[in-house]
């Protein structure tokens, strides 16, 4: 009773002060705040060409240019009276690209534009380029999994450490168990790269929905033996396995613990990108017990004789056919690291053993690795 007469007395007097005094002028929201207001523009805007047209409001700056990974070399803008920069650049093919300017000489994403790359060493902002259909990772209207982000004390690192996980769509209302990916990303990426850039979530919703691919759970730790990049810098531990350590003793039992993820080699998978790749070659190829699925994306792979680096992979080919269900390979033909996928690729044609290997166009880019996913993890779990 109490309560309804405290909201009745406040009834009350508001009418009786709303009676007395004229409305007050809704103060002035600060640039950039207020619910009612728009986001930013970003400085891109997509013709119906597809050339891309930039416009940098910098009244200041001596110089401004365009940097970006569909790009030669970088691009000067052009200033005009009001202080504004531009250009314009394409046609550019349906894609995601990254791109960011030098406002005399300084490196700096676009700061209108919240779709940013974030690595452990820079970051670039994104736009895409649509084509006349939806990509493979475009968000469509089809039903969606989650990603969870889940923090661990790695006894083997010695620090706080997360991991992403996607689940599948329908995980959380079915009992069933599900085959798991661990997907690893590159040097210049963190854990949440695979999600935020190369929208790996999108990927499987797409192909679960067209079913193309098997219903998975994808895990995506942290790369390095060393406390999450968020937390500042740490030490490299002394042990060299200690990340691989790590992986196999800590995050696949934390994930089979946390997860109804089926705790068996058939449908346990391993892929990456970069230095991920690389990784994910050195734990396959050594531990097929574990894994009996390998991706590699532009594999940063060490040394060039790989027949003794993995002897026990290559001893017995008819074994490791028997236990390796697949083995992908993709690499660009102008990237650094193709003459190492492409001497893999030879070495398992030369010992006979199942694999396959998509050469595309470009090099070291997110638009091919989205793509080797893509192909890829329809083939897993079959």
Not at 49 to 71: H, I, M, N, R, Y
Not at 131 to 158: E, F, L, M, R
Not at 277 to 290: I, P, S
Not at 325 to 348: E, R
Request: charged share 20%.
């Amino acid at each position: 009773m109490a309560k309804i007469s405290v909201c009745a007395i406040a009834m009350a007097f508001s009418s009786l002060l709303a009676a007395q005094a004229p409305p007050a002028a809704p103060p002035a929201a600060a640039p950039g705040r207020g619910g009612n207001m728009a986001p930013q523009r970003p400085t891109y805007v997509v013709n119906p060409d597809k050339t891309v047209t930039f416009q940098l409001s910098a009244p200041k700056a001596a110089t401004v240019e365009l940097s970006g990974d569909f790009l030669q070399a970088n691009q000067a803008l052009t200033k005009a009276d009001n202080g504004v920069w531009s250009v314009t650049v394409g046609p550019l093919k349906p894609r995601i690209y990254n791109y960011a300017f030098l406002i005399d000489g300084l490196h700096v994403p676009d700061p209108q534009n919240p779709m940013v790359k974030l690595g452990d060493r820079s970051s670039e902002s994104m736009f895409e380029v649509h084509g006349d259909t939806p990509a493979s990772w475009d968000i469509q209207p089809v039903p969606h999994g989650t990603v969870h982000i889940n923090w661990y004390d790695s006894k083997s690192v010695g620090a706080l450490r997360s991991i992403w996980v996607y689940t599948p769509p329908g995980y959380e209302a079915a009992t069933a168990r599900y085959p798991t990916l661990y997907l690893l990303h590159g040097s210049g990426d963190t854990e949440m790269s695979w999600v935020e850039v190369g929208r790996a979530n999108m990927i499987l919703d797409n192909l679960i929905a067209a079913g193309k691919a098997k219903p998975m759970i994808i895990v995506m730790p942290y790369g390095r033996p060393l406390e999450d990049v968020f937390f500042g810098p740490s030490q490299q531990p002394s042990d060299r396995n200690a990340w691989e350590n790590d992986l196999l003793n800590e995050v696949l039992p934390y994930v089979e613990k946390m997860y109804r993820a089926v705790a068996n080699a058939d449908n346990r998978a391993i892929a990456g990108l970069s230095m991920g790749g690389g990784q994910a070659l050195q734990t396959g190829m050594t531990h097929l017990d574990v894994f009996h699925a390998i991706g590699a994306f532009s594999a940063a792979a060490r040394g060039q004789n790989l027949e003794d680096q993995y002897k026990d992979f290559f001893a017995d080919a008819a074994a490791t056919n028997q236990r390796l269900k697949v083995f992908y390979i993709g690499c660009g033909k102008t990237d650094s690291l193709f003459p190492s996928s492409q001497n893999l690729a030879d070495t398992l044609q030369k010992h006979g053993i199942k694999h396959t290997f998509t050469a595309s166009e470009e090099g070291h880019l997110w638009r091919n690795w989205r793509d080797y996913l893509t192909e890829f993890t329809p083939q897993l779990f079959r």
